[in-house]
């Protein structure tokens, strides 16, 4: 079965960093793009990043803090994000070869 399955999530202060994962099995994550997008409360999914072979993209939203990069020998990607603010609050989601996870939820609240 293929499938993505993100992780990572959680309560963070202002300022603070997370590391989220996508672990894909069923399929190979280095024969696709992967992209990280996110949903906040009553707001319109958002694109974040994306990375296509070794090459990056960033939202300006997040340009700057959160980095996009890939362990193919695990057969997953990253997004880290540092200097997180509320705004940032969210469900964040990756997607590669028409898959999407499930989503894990990022909190950042004194």
């Known amino acids: 079965q293929e499938q993505l399955v993100e992780s990572g999530g959680g309560l963070v202060q202002p300022g603070g960093s997370l590391r989220l994962s996508c672990a894909a099995s069923?399929?190979?994550?280095?024969?696709?793009?992967v992209g990280w997008f996110r949903q906040g409360p009553g707001m319109a999914r958002e694109g974040l990043s994306c990375i296509v072979n070794n090459t990056t993209y960033y939202a300006d939203s997040v340009k700057g803090r959160f980095t996009i990069s890939r362990d193919n020998a695990k057969n997953t990607v990253y997004l880290q994000m540092n200097s997180l603010k509320p705004e940032d609050t969210a469900v964040y989601y990756c997607v590669a070869g028409g898959h999407w996870g499930q989503g894990t939820q990022v909190t950042v609240s004194s």
């Open positions: 069923g399929f190979t994550l280095d024969d696709y793009a």
